[in-house]
């Protein structure tokens, strides 16, 4: 096994390593190494994130660098602030032992004048984002004569960004014979473009195939129907207890939406794209990182540079609108040698996309079946036993307590106890599926021009569909809906069919049988200080949107409480330290309808009607 040393890495740089665990190279550092210590040479490197890439190119130029003198010897470009942020972290972690070196983090976004006061106080690597340098470049703030390497991190990711002007105002900035390193995770032809104008013979090296996505990377795809896609977002996830992963949607709007959705929906998530704030998009990737959120759902740009090592799922809402861009999305995961799961949910029109990424990727899809019900309660149940098997007791906070609840209990066998426990939380998950449809579309029938299966349950007896007069925009989300229909049964369960919600009006399904009370029930409710009108849907009436259509599924909260789905179902230390949800300040802020209570209080809704205040 070759060692770091016999690399030619100096002592200071490998007592560093040593800290942070490189115990020996990683395939792209043993081969791009020894090519930066000895003579210059150009490298075009085919390279994943997550393949060591960083301390490839990262050790030798700190090695290299004169701190005896104060102006930029390397560069490196990046697409994004998170990674610029990321590289510098990891420079510097590699420099702890070497002395007086300097690497400055330069990226859009924050404040100019620092990063200037810094430059002139003497630097000699910089990490930048295209376009903020370009603008120090513009003001004469930063000095590049003395660049000797240049290193274009994620090449591909900074052209398809728009970045292809900057950087090449940048090569022209820099002496023509400092030596030039391109990695990518693809290679696209642009990139090929920029490898052939600005690099001399570049040794390429390529950590993988072609191209091709990593091999620990198992890549599913799962065929519904658009309007169920979102449902199918949440049964996978429930399907996977441990799920800890990125939601690609393709456009902001989406991105807040179903990150809205999921919060409200109980999950444990928060949205990334460029509407936050600086300050909001750190807020939320501090979150993830720490697991406080299991999912993030994230813009392609947004999720760039996101340094966390063991996701074990990525999932693709929609597919991304440039096929290159699925490889860096999947490889998300399946980092540092691990095991990690690629997901597309697909319509029966995205069947092609499947197939083009395949031949991209050089690697199959696994069809899949969106679990049902009984599967789901099946991997939470044996979840939660297992958690329940490994849960650390704290034996001097519970012990006082003991004894009583021995004697408390004495009356029952202990399969019954068991039993009983296993109910109390597991109830939740079984009353939500109870209803639940099969959504999966085979692909024969997704080509059924008749479209009987696209059927919903108009099609079936005894199902009827209601007019609401409140939607999106009043805050109507399907949970919301349920909680209102449930809490006006009295007590009596109603089964629901799908739910097409519009921004001001929405249209429901309800068991025929309870549709009449129902009506009388909720007219005489505010919804948010707006009167409820609740009729009977005519015949060919629709929601406005029919592709913001979700399902209700007969979901309950039995015991009071919201149900919680995603990893912390049960024992979660959320839930235990009395959150609901780590992430959960926009949810738990939200009115529900009743008033103005606290949905995530568990507050009943049935007691908190309020008469109407004035006539529709
Ligand atoms: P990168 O591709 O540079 O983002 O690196 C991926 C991950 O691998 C990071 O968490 C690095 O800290 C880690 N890493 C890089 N080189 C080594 C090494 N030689 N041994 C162990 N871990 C490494």
Not at 230 to 238: E, N, P, S, T, W
Not at 273 to 287: A, F, I, N, P, Y
Not at 390 to 414: C, G, Q, S
Request: aromatic share 8%; proline share 4%.
């Amino acid at each position: 096994m070759t060692t770091f040393n016999e690399l030619g890495i100096r002592q200071d740089i490998v007592r560093a390593l040593t800290e942070l665990g490189f115990e020996s190279p990683m395939p792209v550092q043993e081969k791009v190494i020894p090519l930066l210590l000895g003579t210059k040479t150009d490298i075009v490197a085919l390279a994943q994130t997550g393949t060591g890439k960083t301390a490839a190119y990262g050790l030798p130029l700190i090695q290299q660098a004169d701190t005896n003198i104060a102006n930029p010897q390397a560069l490196i470009l990046c697409p994004t602030r998170e990674l610029c942020v990321q590289i510098t972290g990891d420079l510097n972690d590699f420099a702890k032992y070497t002395d007086d070196i300097k690497v400055l983090p330069v990226y859009g976004g924050s404040s100019m004048d620092i990063q200037i006061k810094a430059l002139r106080r003497g630097v000699q690597i910089v990490v930048a984002t295209p376009g903020r340098l370009i603008d120090l470049i513009g003001r004469k703030a930063v000095k590049l004569s003395q660049v000797k390497s240049i290193v274009l991190d994620e090449a591909d990711e900074m052209l398809n960004m728009g970045f292809l002007d900057s950087i090449n105002e940048i090569l022209a900035e820099v002496p023509k014979d400092r030596n030039t390193l391109l990695f990518s995770a693809t290679m696209p032809s642009e990139v090929a473009v920029i490898a052939r104008n600005y690099m001399h013979n570049p040794a390429e090296i390529t950590i993988g195939s072609k191209n091709a996505g990593a091999e620990n990377i198992k890549h599913l795809y799962f065929t519904v129907h658009a309007k169920d896609k979102y449902i199918a977002l949440k049964r996978i996830v429930d399907y996977y207890p441990s799920i800890y992963g990125i939601v690609f949607c393709r456009t902001r709007m989406d991105t807040q939406e179903i990150a809205d959705k999921l919060i409200h929906d109980g999950y444990n998530a928060e949205s990334l794209h460029g509407d936050l704030s600086q300050g909001q998009r750190d807020l939320v990737m501090q979150k993830f990182r720490i697991r406080h959120v299991k999912l993030l759902v994230a813009t392609d740009v947004a999720a760039r540079g996101i340094d966390v090592d063991d996701l074990t799922h990525i999932i693709n809402y929609n597919l991304p609108d440039d096929i290159q861009a699925y490889t860096h999305r999947s490889g998300r995961t399946g980092r540092a040698g691990k095991a990690g799961t690629s997901i597309a949910i697909i319509n029966t029109k995205e069947k092609h996309l499947i197939k083009q990424i395949e031949k991209k990727i050089n690697k199959q899809f696994i069809p899949s079946k969106v679990p049902g019900g009984r599967e789901i309660c099946e991997k939470q149940l044996f979840n939660m036993i297992n958690k329940m098997e490994n849960v650390e007791i704290e034996h001097a906070e519970i012990d006082p307590f003991l004894p009583t609840i021995y004697r408390k209990l004495e009356w029952l066998e202990k399969e019954d106890i068991i039993k009983r426990f296993v109910a109390l939380e597991f109830n939740r998950f079984l009353e939500y599926y109870r209803n639940a449809k099969d959504i999966n579309v085979s692909e024969e029938k997704g080509r059924d021009k008749t479209g009987a299966d696209r059927a919903s349950r108009r099609d079936e007896p005894g199902f009827v569909p209601l007019f609401i007069n409140v939607g999106k925009v009043d805050g109507l989300y399907p949970a919301t809906l349920i909680e209102l229909i449930n809490a006006n049964t009295h007590g009596k369960r109603v089964r629901i069919g799908n739910i097409e919600l519009s921004k001001k009006s929405a249209i429901f399904e309800i068991e025929a049988e309870a549709a009449a009370g129902l009506i009388a029930e909720l007219k005489d409710l505010d919804f948010r200080d707006i009167p409820l009108v609740v009729d009977y849907a005519k015949e060919n009436s629709s929601a406005e949107r029919s592709s913001e259509r979700d399902f209700g599924g007969g979901k309950k909260f039995k015991s009071g409480k919201p149900f919680k789905g995603g990893g912390d179902f049960k024992g979660g230390k959320d839930f235990k330290g009395g959150k609901e949800f780590p992430g959960g300040s926009k949810y738990k802020g939200k009115k529900d309808f009743s008033g103005g209570k606290d949905f995530a209080g568990g507050k009943d809704f049935g007691k908190s009607k309020k008469k109407k205040t004035r006539k529709p």
